[in-house]
Protein backbone atom coordinates (compact mmCIF):
# COMPACT_ATOMS: atom_id res chain seq x y z
CA UNK A 1 0.00 0.00 0.00
CA UNK A 2 1.26 3.41 -0.95
CA UNK A 3 1.96 5.71 2.09
CA UNK A 4 1.19 9.31 0.17
CA UNK A 5 1.78 12.80 1.90
CA UNK A 6 2.23 16.37 0.37
CA UNK A 7 3.18 18.64 3.53
CA UNK A 8 4.07 21.95 2.03
CA UNK A 9 6.10 24.59 3.84
CA UNK A 10 4.07 26.94 5.67
CA UNK A 11 6.27 29.70 5.60
CA UNK A 12 9.49 30.64 3.40
CA UNK A 13 11.00 30.76 -0.25
CA UNK A 14 10.41 27.11 -0.92
CA UNK A 15 7.56 24.34 -0.48
CA UNK A 16 8.82 20.90 1.26
CA UNK A 17 7.57 18.20 -0.58
CA UNK A 18 7.51 14.86 1.84
CA UNK A 19 6.47 11.43 -0.14
CA UNK A 20 6.92 8.12 0.40
CA UNK A 21 5.64 4.61 -1.54
CA UNK A 22 7.01 0.76 -1.48
CA UNK A 23 7.17 -0.72 -5.03
CA UNK A 24 3.63 -2.61 -5.49
CA UNK A 25 4.31 -6.13 -7.47
CA UNK A 26 2.83 -5.56 -10.91
CA UNK A 27 5.66 -2.63 -11.25
CA UNK A 28 8.80 -4.96 -9.96
CA UNK A 29 11.31 -4.60 -11.92
CA UNK A 30 10.95 -1.77 -13.98
CA UNK A 31 12.75 1.41 -14.12
CA UNK A 32 13.01 3.61 -11.16
CA UNK A 33 11.64 6.93 -13.28
CA UNK A 34 9.00 4.60 -14.22
CA UNK A 35 7.90 3.70 -11.30
CA UNK A 36 7.64 6.51 -9.54
CA UNK A 37 5.72 7.96 -12.42
CA UNK A 38 3.03 5.38 -11.22
CA UNK A 39 3.29 5.80 -7.87
CA UNK A 40 3.67 9.87 -7.84
CA UNK A 41 1.37 10.92 -10.55
CA UNK A 42 0.99 14.33 -9.30
CA UNK A 43 4.14 15.13 -10.53
CA UNK A 44 5.73 14.69 -14.06
CA UNK A 45 8.23 12.35 -15.33
CA UNK A 46 10.68 15.42 -16.17
CA UNK A 47 10.22 16.97 -12.36
CA UNK A 48 10.91 13.08 -10.81
CA UNK A 49 13.84 12.20 -13.02
CA UNK A 50 15.58 15.87 -11.30
CA UNK A 51 14.95 14.50 -7.73
CA UNK A 52 16.41 11.15 -8.67
CA UNK A 53 19.61 12.79 -10.09
CA UNK A 54 19.93 15.30 -6.90
CA UNK A 55 19.22 12.76 -4.41
CA UNK A 56 16.18 14.37 -3.32
CA UNK A 57 14.71 10.72 -4.41
CA UNK A 58 16.06 7.87 -2.63
CA UNK A 59 15.33 4.23 -2.87
CA UNK A 60 16.03 1.99 0.28
CA UNK A 61 17.75 5.37 1.67
CA UNK A 62 20.24 5.16 -1.20
CA UNK A 63 20.21 7.42 -4.58
CA UNK A 64 20.34 5.28 -7.71
CA UNK A 65 19.99 6.54 -11.35
CA UNK A 66 16.82 6.91 -13.00
CA UNK A 67 17.19 3.82 -15.51
CA UNK A 68 17.79 0.93 -12.25
CA UNK A 69 16.08 -1.62 -12.01
CA UNK A 70 13.61 -2.26 -8.66
CA UNK A 71 12.04 -5.18 -6.65
CA UNK A 72 8.84 -5.26 -4.85
CA UNK A 73 8.71 -4.15 -1.63
CA UNK A 74 11.46 -1.24 -2.54
CA UNK A 75 10.97 1.82 -0.53
CA UNK A 76 10.49 5.50 -2.27
CA UNK A 77 11.36 8.67 -0.23
CA UNK A 78 10.95 11.92 -1.55
CA UNK A 79 12.43 14.51 0.70
CA UNK A 80 12.75 17.66 -1.65
CA UNK A 81 12.28 21.44 -2.05
CA UNK A 82 10.06 23.10 -4.92
CA UNK A 83 11.71 26.22 -5.13
CA UNK A 84 10.47 29.49 -7.37
CA UNK A 85 10.66 28.82 -10.83
CA UNK A 86 12.04 31.92 -11.88
CA UNK A 87 12.64 35.78 -10.59
CA UNK A 88 9.24 37.55 -12.24
CA UNK A 89 8.25 40.24 -10.03
CA UNK A 90 4.69 40.08 -8.95
CA UNK A 91 2.57 43.15 -10.31
CA UNK A 92 -1.19 44.17 -9.39
CA UNK A 93 -2.55 43.84 -13.33
CA UNK A 94 -6.51 43.72 -14.42
CA UNK A 95 -6.80 40.20 -15.01
CA UNK A 96 -10.58 39.29 -16.39
CA UNK A 97 -11.00 35.54 -14.39
CA UNK A 98 -13.62 33.75 -15.71
CA UNK A 99 -13.30 30.48 -13.74
CA UNK A 100 -11.45 29.97 -10.53
CA UNK A 101 -11.09 27.40 -8.16
CA UNK A 102 -8.56 25.09 -5.63
CA UNK A 103 -7.01 23.86 -9.13
CA UNK A 104 -6.88 26.18 -11.54
CA UNK A 105 -7.68 29.42 -13.42
CA UNK A 106 -9.46 30.43 -16.80
CA UNK A 107 -8.20 33.59 -17.70
CA UNK A 108 -10.34 35.86 -20.53
CA UNK A 109 -6.81 37.26 -22.53
CA UNK A 110 -7.14 41.01 -23.44
CA UNK A 111 -5.64 41.71 -26.56
CA UNK A 112 -2.13 43.47 -26.50
CA UNK A 113 -1.46 41.26 -23.08
CA UNK A 114 1.78 39.42 -23.27
CA UNK A 115 1.50 36.10 -21.77
CA UNK A 116 5.21 35.28 -20.21
CA UNK A 117 8.04 38.04 -19.89
CA UNK A 118 10.74 38.18 -22.82
CA UNK A 119 13.46 39.89 -24.32
CA UNK A 120 11.48 43.30 -24.29
CA UNK A 121 8.92 42.36 -21.89
CA UNK A 122 10.11 41.52 -18.40
CA UNK A 123 6.43 43.58 -17.01
CA UNK A 124 3.02 43.82 -17.58
CA UNK A 125 2.30 40.37 -18.34
CA UNK A 126 -0.28 38.41 -17.80
CA UNK A 127 2.51 35.87 -15.56
CA UNK A 128 3.03 39.01 -13.57
CA UNK A 129 -0.23 39.57 -12.87
CA UNK A 130 -1.00 35.71 -11.95
CA UNK A 131 1.61 35.98 -9.24
CA UNK A 132 -0.23 38.94 -7.54
CA UNK A 133 -2.88 37.52 -7.72
CA UNK A 134 -1.71 33.92 -6.75
CA UNK A 135 1.48 33.94 -5.48
CA UNK A 136 1.62 29.99 -5.23
CA UNK A 137 1.84 30.13 -8.53
CA UNK A 138 5.97 31.39 -8.41
CA UNK A 139 6.73 27.56 -7.83
CA UNK A 140 4.96 26.14 -10.67
CA UNK A 141 6.65 25.73 -14.01
CA UNK A 142 6.09 28.94 -16.17
CA UNK A 143 3.89 29.68 -13.31
CA UNK A 144 1.18 27.47 -14.06
CA UNK A 145 1.01 28.55 -17.66
CA UNK A 146 0.81 25.31 -20.27
CA UNK A 147 -0.25 27.25 -23.01
CA UNK A 148 -0.12 30.62 -24.88
CA UNK A 149 -2.21 32.81 -27.05
CA UNK A 150 -0.71 35.67 -29.05
CA UNK A 151 -0.31 39.22 -27.97
CA UNK A 152 -2.91 40.26 -29.66
CA UNK A 153 -5.20 37.15 -29.78
CA UNK A 154 -7.67 37.73 -27.17
CA UNK A 155 -9.90 34.84 -25.37
CA UNK A 156 -9.27 31.92 -22.72
CA UNK A 157 -6.51 30.24 -21.22
CA UNK A 158 -5.91 27.62 -18.74
CA UNK A 159 -3.68 28.13 -15.67
CA UNK A 160 -2.32 25.34 -13.51
CA UNK A 161 -2.57 26.38 -9.70
CA UNK A 162 -0.93 22.97 -8.81
CA UNK A 163 1.41 21.14 -9.27
CA UNK A 164 -1.18 17.89 -9.64
CA UNK A 165 -3.30 20.11 -12.27
CA UNK A 166 -0.01 21.00 -13.71
CA UNK A 167 0.76 17.73 -15.01
CA UNK A 168 -2.47 16.55 -15.65
CA UNK A 169 -3.06 19.76 -18.35
CA UNK A 170 0.36 19.16 -19.68
CA UNK A 171 -0.48 15.37 -20.28
CA UNK A 172 -4.21 16.40 -21.63
CA UNK A 173 -2.21 18.80 -24.34
CA UNK A 174 0.17 15.98 -25.06
CA UNK A 175 -3.10 14.07 -25.94
CA UNK A 176 -4.76 16.37 -27.56
CA UNK A 177 -7.71 15.99 -25.03
CA UNK A 178 -7.86 19.88 -24.52
CA UNK A 179 -10.79 20.99 -26.78
CA UNK A 180 -9.75 24.31 -27.99
CA UNK A 181 -12.29 26.36 -30.21
CA UNK A 182 -11.35 29.53 -31.93
CA UNK A 183 -13.33 32.90 -34.31
CA UNK A 184 -11.64 34.67 -37.28
CA UNK A 185 -12.51 36.39 -39.57
CA UNK A 186 -10.12 35.97 -42.65
CA UNK A 187 -9.66 37.50 -45.78
CA UNK A 188 -11.65 36.11 -48.69
CA UNK A 189 -14.70 33.88 -49.44
CA UNK A 190 -13.94 30.44 -48.12
CA UNK A 191 -16.40 27.85 -49.98
CA UNK A 192 -16.98 25.90 -47.47
CA UNK A 193 -15.15 24.17 -44.37
CA UNK A 194 -11.88 21.98 -44.37
CA UNK A 195 -9.08 20.41 -42.95
CA UNK A 196 -5.62 21.69 -43.00
CA UNK A 197 -3.11 18.92 -42.12
CA UNK A 198 0.65 20.65 -42.79
CA UNK A 199 3.88 21.13 -40.39
CA UNK A 200 4.71 24.05 -39.24
CA UNK A 201 8.38 25.20 -38.52
CA UNK A 202 10.45 28.18 -38.04
CA UNK A 203 10.37 30.47 -41.26
CA UNK A 204 13.83 29.45 -43.32
CA UNK A 205 14.45 33.67 -43.87
CA UNK A 206 12.72 35.07 -41.01
CA UNK A 207 13.40 33.65 -38.00
CA UNK A 208 10.45 35.45 -36.08
CA UNK A 209 8.02 33.69 -37.99
CA UNK A 210 6.74 30.60 -38.85
CA UNK A 211 5.86 28.62 -42.02
CA UNK A 212 4.42 25.82 -43.57
CA UNK A 213 7.35 23.47 -43.22
CA UNK A 214 8.55 19.57 -44.60
CA UNK A 215 11.08 19.85 -41.76
CA UNK A 216 8.66 20.98 -38.76
CA UNK A 217 6.12 19.56 -36.34
CA UNK A 218 3.31 18.02 -37.19
CA UNK A 219 0.05 20.80 -37.24
CA UNK A 220 -3.27 19.90 -37.69
CA UNK A 221 -6.67 22.73 -38.17
CA UNK A 222 -10.09 22.38 -38.64
CA UNK A 223 -12.50 25.16 -39.90
CA UNK A 224 -15.71 25.49 -40.47
CA UNK A 225 -17.66 28.72 -41.88
CA UNK A 226 -19.78 30.56 -39.42
CA UNK A 227 -21.02 32.95 -42.28
CA UNK A 228 -19.71 34.18 -45.39
CA UNK A 229 -19.39 37.69 -46.67
CA UNK A 230 -18.65 39.04 -49.82
CA UNK A 231 -14.73 39.75 -49.43
CA UNK A 232 -14.16 38.01 -45.61
CA UNK A 233 -15.26 34.42 -44.02
CA UNK A 234 -16.30 34.78 -40.06
CA UNK A 235 -14.92 30.92 -39.44
CA UNK A 236 -15.12 28.61 -36.38
CA UNK A 237 -11.67 26.95 -35.81
CA UNK A 238 -10.64 23.96 -33.94
CA UNK A 239 -7.20 22.98 -32.89
CA UNK A 240 -5.51 19.57 -32.66
CA UNK A 241 -1.95 20.92 -32.35
CA UNK A 242 -0.81 23.76 -30.52
CA UNK A 243 2.08 25.18 -32.72
CA UNK A 244 3.23 28.77 -32.56
CA UNK A 245 1.27 31.04 -34.68
CA UNK A 246 -0.33 27.80 -36.05
CA UNK A 247 -4.07 29.07 -37.19
CA UNK A 248 -2.45 32.23 -38.78
CA UNK A 249 -0.06 30.20 -40.45
CA UNK A 250 -2.41 27.68 -41.80
CA UNK A 251 -4.87 30.16 -42.75
CA UNK A 252 -2.45 32.27 -44.79
CA UNK A 253 -1.00 28.70 -46.39
CA UNK A 254 -4.77 28.66 -47.93
CA UNK A 255 -4.72 31.90 -48.72
CA UNK A 256 -6.86 33.18 -46.63
CA UNK A 257 -5.29 35.06 -44.39
CA UNK A 258 -6.43 36.98 -40.85
CA UNK A 259 -7.66 40.23 -40.97
CA UNK A 260 -5.44 42.84 -39.74
CA UNK A 261 -2.54 40.24 -39.01
CA UNK A 262 0.98 42.14 -39.28
CA UNK A 263 2.82 39.43 -40.04
CA UNK A 264 0.78 36.80 -42.10
CA UNK A 265 -1.86 39.03 -43.65
CA UNK A 266 0.53 40.28 -46.98
CA UNK A 267 0.06 43.07 -48.41
CA UNK A 268 -2.84 45.39 -46.71
CA UNK A 269 -5.96 45.54 -49.68
CA UNK A 270 -9.08 46.74 -49.76
CA UNK A 271 -11.83 44.99 -51.26
CA UNK A 272 -13.23 46.40 -54.65
CA UNK A 273 -16.54 48.21 -54.50
CA UNK A 274 -15.52 48.64 -50.98
CA UNK A 275 -17.27 51.79 -48.85
CA UNK A 276 -15.44 54.11 -47.69
CA UNK A 277 -16.90 53.19 -43.61
CA UNK A 278 -15.68 49.62 -44.04
CA UNK A 279 -12.02 50.48 -46.08
CA UNK A 280 -12.07 52.49 -42.25
CA UNK A 281 -12.67 49.65 -40.91
CA UNK A 282 -9.86 47.46 -41.74
CA UNK A 283 -7.59 50.25 -42.01
CA UNK A 284 -7.88 50.53 -38.44
CA UNK A 285 -8.66 47.11 -37.66
CA UNK A 286 -4.32 46.55 -36.14
CA UNK A 287 -4.51 42.89 -34.65
CA UNK A 288 -5.02 39.57 -36.23
CA UNK A 289 -8.86 38.74 -35.87
CA UNK A 290 -8.92 36.02 -33.74
CA UNK A 291 -10.40 35.15 -30.83
CA UNK A 292 -10.31 31.64 -28.18
CA UNK A 293 -13.61 31.61 -27.43
CA UNK A 294 -13.76 28.10 -26.13
CA UNK A 295 -12.15 25.51 -23.70
CA UNK A 296 -13.23 22.21 -22.93
CA UNK A 297 -11.26 19.88 -20.92
CA UNK A 298 -11.75 17.32 -17.91
CA UNK A 299 -11.31 18.73 -14.60
CA UNK A 300 -8.06 17.71 -12.80
CA UNK A 301 -9.48 16.40 -9.49
CA UNK A 302 -13.48 15.80 -10.12
CA UNK A 303 -12.92 13.88 -13.43
CA UNK A 304 -16.03 16.06 -14.74
CA UNK A 305 -16.04 17.15 -18.42
CA UNK A 306 -16.20 21.25 -18.03
CA UNK A 307 -16.62 23.98 -20.92
CA UNK A 308 -16.10 27.52 -20.88
CA UNK A 309 -16.89 29.97 -23.37
CA UNK A 310 -15.91 33.85 -24.16
CA UNK A 311 -18.11 35.97 -26.50
CA UNK A 312 -15.80 37.43 -28.97
CA UNK A 313 -14.48 40.90 -27.80
CA UNK A 314 -15.91 44.57 -28.64
CA UNK A 315 -13.32 45.32 -31.77
CA UNK A 316 -13.99 41.69 -33.74
CA UNK A 317 -18.32 42.55 -33.23
CA UNK A 318 -17.82 45.83 -34.44
CA UNK A 319 -15.43 44.99 -37.22
CA UNK A 320 -18.49 42.28 -38.18
CA UNK A 321 -21.20 44.22 -38.02
CA UNK A 322 -19.55 46.73 -40.33
CA UNK A 323 -19.34 43.98 -43.06
CA UNK A 324 -22.47 43.03 -42.56
CA UNK A 325 -23.58 46.47 -43.14
CA UNK A 326 -21.58 47.45 -46.12
CA UNK A 327 -23.80 44.93 -47.96
CA UNK A 328 -20.65 42.20 -48.03
CA UNK A 329 -23.84 39.24 -47.20
CA UNK A 330 -23.23 36.71 -49.62
Not at 35 to 50: G, H, T
Not at 211 to 227: C, E, F, M
Request: with cysteine; glycine share 8%.
Amino acid sequence: MNDISDKPGASGPATQISLSANVPEELSGKRLDQIAANLFPDYSRARLQAWIKQGQLLVNGEQLRPRDKLAAGDSLVIAAELEPAADWDAEVLPLNIVFEDAHLLIINKAAGTVVHPAAGNHSGTLLNGLLHHCPVLQELPRAGIVHRLDKDTTGLMVVAKSLKSHTHLVNLLQARDISREYEAIVQGKLTGGGTVDEPIGRHPVNRKKQAVSDSGKPAVTHYRIAKRFRAHTHVQVKLETGRTHQIRVHMAHINHPLVGDPVYGGRFQIPAACPPSLAAALRGFRRQALHAARLSFTHPASGELMTWEAELPSDMQMLLAEIAAAGEAA
